[in-house]
Protein backbone atom coordinates (compact mmCIF):
# COMPACT_ATOMS: atom_id res chain seq x y z
CA UNK A 1 0.00 0.00 0.00
CA UNK A 2 1.45 3.27 -0.60
CA UNK A 3 -0.06 6.83 -0.05
CA UNK A 4 1.70 9.83 -1.68
CA UNK A 5 5.06 8.85 -0.50
CA UNK A 6 7.07 5.24 1.02
CA UNK A 7 5.55 1.98 0.57
CA UNK A 8 4.75 0.23 3.90
CA UNK A 9 7.48 -2.55 2.74
CA UNK A 10 10.09 0.73 1.95
CA UNK A 11 9.14 2.21 5.42
CA UNK A 12 9.87 -1.78 7.18
CA UNK A 13 13.09 -1.49 5.10
CA UNK A 14 14.14 1.66 6.43
CA UNK A 15 13.90 0.52 9.77
CA UNK A 16 15.38 -2.94 9.41
CA UNK A 17 17.75 -1.56 7.21
CA UNK A 18 18.70 0.89 10.37
CA UNK A 19 18.98 -1.23 13.05
CA UNK A 20 21.13 -3.41 10.66
CA UNK A 21 23.43 -0.69 9.91
CA UNK A 22 23.92 -0.11 13.64
CA UNK A 23 24.85 -3.58 14.28
CA UNK A 24 27.53 -4.08 11.60
CA UNK A 25 28.96 -0.44 12.45
CA UNK A 26 29.31 -1.59 15.73
CA UNK A 27 30.45 -5.00 15.75
CA UNK A 28 31.29 -5.55 12.01
CA UNK A 29 33.70 -2.77 12.03
CA UNK A 30 37.26 -3.66 11.82
CA UNK A 31 39.56 -0.92 14.11
CA UNK A 32 42.98 0.45 12.46
CA UNK A 33 45.32 2.78 13.25
CA UNK A 34 43.59 6.02 12.26
CA UNK A 35 41.79 8.00 15.48
CA UNK A 36 38.08 7.28 15.18
CA UNK A 37 38.37 5.34 11.85
CA UNK A 38 37.03 2.00 10.99
CA UNK A 39 36.87 -0.33 8.05
CA UNK A 40 33.34 -0.44 7.93
CA UNK A 41 30.96 -3.46 6.30
CA UNK A 42 27.59 -1.29 7.01
CA UNK A 43 28.54 0.73 3.69
CA UNK A 44 27.82 -2.52 1.84
CA UNK A 45 24.62 -3.36 3.46
CA UNK A 46 23.76 0.51 2.92
CA UNK A 47 24.67 -0.23 -0.93
CA UNK A 48 22.03 -2.83 -1.35
CA UNK A 49 19.60 -1.38 0.61
CA UNK A 50 20.02 1.73 -1.49
CA UNK A 51 19.93 -0.30 -4.53
CA UNK A 52 16.96 -1.92 -3.58
CA UNK A 53 14.71 0.24 -2.06
CA UNK A 54 15.95 3.52 -4.05
CA UNK A 55 17.72 6.89 -3.22
CA UNK A 56 14.66 8.16 -0.25
CA UNK A 57 15.09 4.68 1.44
CA UNK A 58 19.08 4.93 0.95
CA UNK A 59 19.26 8.38 2.80
CA UNK A 60 17.46 7.81 5.99
CA UNK A 61 18.96 4.56 6.30
CA UNK A 62 22.31 6.36 6.31
CA UNK A 63 20.58 9.06 8.36
CA UNK A 64 19.19 7.21 11.24
CA UNK A 65 21.32 3.55 11.48
CA UNK A 66 24.60 6.35 11.27
CA UNK A 67 22.88 8.70 14.33
CA UNK A 68 22.23 5.94 16.22
CA UNK A 69 25.01 3.98 15.66
CA UNK A 70 26.98 7.00 16.88
CA UNK A 71 24.54 8.16 20.10
CA UNK A 72 24.16 4.67 21.33
CA UNK A 73 27.92 3.48 21.30
CA UNK A 74 29.55 6.56 21.31
CA UNK A 75 27.42 8.93 23.49
CA UNK A 76 27.51 11.72 20.85
CA UNK A 77 26.37 12.14 17.22
CA UNK A 78 29.28 13.38 14.79
CA UNK A 79 27.11 15.06 12.23
CA UNK A 80 29.68 15.18 9.33
CA UNK A 81 30.36 11.89 9.01
CA UNK A 82 25.87 11.23 9.79
CA UNK A 83 25.53 13.94 7.01
CA UNK A 84 28.36 11.83 4.70
CA UNK A 85 26.47 8.28 5.16
CA UNK A 86 23.02 10.41 3.78
CA UNK A 87 24.58 11.30 0.85
CA UNK A 88 26.17 7.81 0.35
CA UNK A 89 22.80 6.21 0.80
CA UNK A 90 20.77 8.41 -1.62
CA UNK A 91 23.34 9.19 -4.30
CA UNK A 92 23.74 5.49 -4.63
CA UNK A 93 20.29 4.63 -4.98
CA UNK A 94 19.66 7.64 -7.37
CA UNK A 95 22.51 6.42 -9.69
CA UNK A 96 21.62 2.99 -9.52
CA UNK A 97 18.14 2.99 -10.24
CA UNK A 98 18.40 2.00 -14.28
CA UNK A 99 20.13 -1.20 -12.31
CA UNK A 100 17.03 -3.71 -12.70
CA UNK A 101 17.98 -6.29 -10.17
CA UNK A 102 14.37 -7.03 -9.88
CA UNK A 103 14.66 -8.85 -12.97
CA UNK A 104 17.52 -11.23 -11.85
CA UNK A 105 20.18 -9.63 -13.73
CA UNK A 106 23.73 -8.91 -12.38
CA UNK A 107 26.04 -9.32 -15.11
CA UNK A 108 29.58 -7.59 -15.67
CA UNK A 109 27.69 -4.56 -17.20
CA UNK A 110 25.52 -4.18 -14.14
CA UNK A 111 28.35 -4.63 -11.34
CA UNK A 112 30.90 -1.93 -13.54
CA UNK A 113 28.06 0.41 -12.87
CA UNK A 114 27.09 -0.19 -9.47
CA UNK A 115 31.14 -0.34 -8.90
CA UNK A 116 31.88 2.56 -10.78
CA UNK A 117 28.87 4.61 -9.14
CA UNK A 118 29.15 3.64 -5.68
CA UNK A 119 33.05 4.79 -5.72
CA UNK A 120 32.79 7.95 -7.27
CA UNK A 121 29.80 8.55 -4.58
CA UNK A 122 31.63 7.44 -2.05
CA UNK A 123 35.16 9.29 -2.73
CA UNK A 124 33.28 12.89 -2.53
CA UNK A 125 31.64 11.91 0.38
CA UNK A 126 34.64 10.64 2.17
CA UNK A 127 37.54 12.54 0.24
CA UNK A 128 35.48 15.84 0.14
CA UNK A 129 32.73 16.45 2.21
CA UNK A 130 33.44 14.55 5.42
CA UNK A 131 36.75 16.81 5.82
CA UNK A 132 35.31 19.52 4.57
CA UNK A 133 32.29 19.23 7.56
CA UNK A 134 34.73 18.22 9.77
CA UNK A 135 36.43 21.59 9.80
CA UNK A 136 33.35 23.42 9.67
CA UNK A 137 30.92 22.38 12.28
CA UNK A 138 33.55 21.01 14.48
CA UNK A 139 37.01 23.00 13.79
CA UNK A 140 39.19 20.00 13.50
CA UNK A 141 42.55 20.32 12.09
CA UNK A 142 42.48 19.77 8.26
CA UNK A 143 45.47 17.65 8.22
CA UNK A 144 43.94 15.25 10.41
CA UNK A 145 40.50 14.62 8.74
CA UNK A 146 41.96 14.55 5.57
CA UNK A 147 43.90 11.72 6.52
CA UNK A 148 40.58 10.16 8.38
CA UNK A 149 38.18 10.52 5.13
CA UNK A 150 41.10 9.36 2.87
CA UNK A 151 41.47 5.93 4.79
CA UNK A 152 37.76 6.07 5.05
CA UNK A 153 36.84 6.36 1.91
CA UNK A 154 39.44 3.44 0.40
CA UNK A 155 38.41 1.18 3.06
CA UNK A 156 34.74 1.87 2.26
CA UNK A 157 35.13 2.06 -1.73
CA UNK A 158 36.92 -1.84 -1.44
CA UNK A 159 35.09 -3.35 1.17
CA UNK A 160 30.99 -1.85 -0.76
CA UNK A 161 32.99 -2.93 -3.79
CA UNK A 162 33.71 -6.47 -2.78
CA UNK A 163 30.78 -6.73 -0.25
CA UNK A 164 28.52 -4.78 -1.60
CA UNK A 165 28.82 -6.96 -4.91
CA UNK A 166 28.13 -10.01 -3.54
CA UNK A 167 25.15 -9.00 -1.71
CA UNK A 168 23.46 -7.26 -4.62
CA UNK A 169 24.48 -10.26 -6.86
CA UNK A 170 23.43 -12.73 -3.95
CA UNK A 171 19.77 -10.62 -3.94
CA UNK A 172 19.28 -10.88 -7.47
CA UNK A 173 20.18 -14.60 -7.88
CA UNK A 174 16.36 -14.73 -5.90
CA UNK A 175 14.85 -12.94 -8.37
CA UNK A 176 13.51 -15.11 -11.96
CA UNK A 177 14.98 -13.57 -14.86
CA UNK A 178 12.52 -12.70 -17.17
CA UNK A 179 11.62 -15.11 -19.51
CA UNK A 180 13.98 -18.07 -17.62
CA UNK A 181 9.94 -19.99 -17.00
CA UNK A 182 9.58 -21.85 -20.20
CA UNK A 183 6.48 -23.97 -21.34
CA UNK A 184 7.06 -28.03 -21.41
Same mark, same amino acid.
Do not use: C, D, H, W
Given at each position: ??? $?????????????? =?? +? #??????????????? $?????????????? =?? +? #?????GGLIGLIGHALKDAVFYGSIWWSWVFVSVFIGFFIGLFTRKIDIESGIFASRQIIQFNVVQAGVQAIGWFLIAPALDILIYAEPANKVFVQGAFA????????????????????????????????
Open positions: MKR $NGLSIKTIVAIGIG =SA +V #FVILGRFAAIPTGIP $NTTIETAYAFLALM =SV +V #FGPIAGIANIITTGILGTILIASYTKTKSQSGSLTKE
